[in-house]
């Protein structure tokens, strides 16, 4: 079993036994028409299992010129949900349908996937769109404190910044380290450290889109549990990435993409309420609002200052006049083909393929050419950040790195992207690579990679 499973404590053995166990043969058998590999999936995938990839390679329509390895920016929905989204569209528009709809049965389906109830999911538009929701719902006053990072993407960083024009809410940020050179119980303690009697929320990225470390989810909620803090996750990079049971990662609300690894239609993205009182977050959700809604009950039949899990939180937030059938249509298929394949199993595979990448990255260029994590594997994902050049200072170059991304597409054929980052220690910005390894990958395509970066830095010294 491949890592990370230690976010969601408890999961993990029982759904491997599942899906590589005595139900094996049948897993992929499906609507989608692909036999399953006879072996679980290793770290490294076997070789045997190349057919099987190929398969779910073949269900996707990507450009065949073009190895694309960033979808950490976003992904490429499957034929299946091409055809429904079509075919929905069409329909919508020949009857002339609206739909004013909780999206209630495509809820279940993400609900189911990652452990939670339907009344505690949200299709959104995007992770930005989730985080807007999760963060400005809250009930913000003037000098509570938000604890985040300084590596935050905009999408969450933005209604932090209203939040604190708006209401006078101050933010506090956490310094993250880059590299190999730290464990979990790090990340919580500089948390720890960053905690006042003022502190109202902690907000973070897992994993951060600048360096593809996973930071400890469970852990820091668990921290944030013990001072009455609020948990609000930028996990844009989850859903369809991370087999992850919402619940027991123990956190508030978490906003994930659609769009990116689920492979779901752009426009669309997820956003878990905790709805329940459970063991991996034993008090009732925070005073939250949804901040648009047309399913918020008009009779005062609810008051949202005290809270109840009856309440329909997810309905409230997810009714916001004619939605979009089709896309809420493309979202579920998308669910459901990841669900037949397994999402273990994906995260297996997918994390298997970074592990691979990060490997043969150390074998050519060194250890401390990484800005991910590698040796923790409760901090790894799909998500692998280096430095590719020959001279270690070119990182700081990012019209160098621009040219290093835009020569690999031009002289190589392969897409990645390049990020900027703050490095504790440095004035100057890093602009290392990000390479996204997903389902539709062989390790040959990382081999491949590597060697192109490989060549290229080389003529690039
Ligand atoms: C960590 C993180 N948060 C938020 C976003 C914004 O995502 P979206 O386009 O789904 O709003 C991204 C996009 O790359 C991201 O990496």
Not at 402 to 426: K, P, Q
């Amino acid at each position: 079993m491949s890592s990370n499973t230690a976010q969601s404590t408890g999961f993990s053995r029982r759904t491997a036994l599942k899906l590589f166990g005595a139900g094996a043969g049948t897993v992929g058998l499906g609507t989608l028409g692909i036999a399953s590999p006879a072996a679980a999936s290793t770290v490294v995938p076997a070789a045997s299992d190349t057919g099987y990839w190929n398969k779910v390679r073949e269900m996707f329509t990507l450009d065949k010129r073009i190895l694309y390895m960033n979808v950490g920016t976003v992904g490429s929905p499957p034929r299946q949900v091409l055809d429904v989204v079509d075919a929905v569209h069409r329909q919508v528009a020949r009857d002339a349908e609206a739909s004013y709809s909780d999206f209630a049965d495509v809820r279940a389906v993400i609900a189911k996937a990652h452990g939670v109830d339907t009344d505690e999911i949200v299709i959104t538009h995007n992770t930005s769109d989730g985080m807007s929701k999760a963060l400005l719902g809250l009930n913000l006053r003037v000098g509570d404190e938000i604890l985040t990072t300084n590596h935050e993407h905009s999408g969450g960083d933005t209604p932090l910044a209203l939040a604190r024009d708006r209401y006078g809410v101050v933010i506090k940020r956490v310094e993250l380290p880059i590299g190999d050179d730290q464990v979990a119980e790090d990340y919580v303690e500089l948390f720890r450290a960053g905690i006042t009697g003022r502190t109202k929320v902690i907000m973070f990225s897992a994993p951060t889109y600048l360096t593809g470390t996973m930071l400890p989810i469970r852990m820091l909620a668990e921290l944030a549990q013990q001072h009455g803090i609020i948990t609000v996750v930028d996990g844009a990079h989850i859903p369809g990435m991370m087999a992850y049971d919402f619940r027991e990662l123990g956190v508030d609300f978490l906003a994930g993409a659609g769009a990116k690894w689920q492979c779901a239609p752009g426009g669309t993205g997820i956003l878990y309420i905790r709805n329940r009182v459970t063991a991996a977050n034993p008090t009732p959700l925070p005073e939250f609002w949804p901040m648009v809604s047309s399913g918020y009950p008009r009779d005062e039949s609810v008051d949202l200052r005290s809270r109840d899990e009856s309440q329909d939180i997810g309905k409230y937030a997810q009714s916001i006049g004619n939605g979009t059938k089709a896309l809420n249509a493309g979202v579920k298929k998308a669910g459901e083909i990841w669900d037949e394949i397994g999402r273990q199993r994906i995260q297996d595979r997918v994390v298997g393929l970074a592990d691979r990448t990060k490997e043969l990255i150390v074998e050519r260029w060194g250890i401390q050419s990484l800005y991910s994590a590698k040796s923790d594997t409760r901090l790894t994902c799909a998500l692998t950040g280096f430095n590719p050049f020959q001279n270690p200072a070119d990182v700081k170059d990012s019209a160098k790195s621009a040219a290093f991304v835009s020569r690999l597409l031009d002289e190589y054929g392969i897409e990645v992207r390049n990020t900027s980052l703050s490095v504790i220690g440095d004035s100057a910005k890093h602009s290392p690579l990000r390479v996204s390894t997903h389902l539709f990958h062989q390790p040959s395509d990382v081999d491949r990679l590597i060697d192109a970066a490989w060549k290229l830095s080389k003529k690039m010294a």
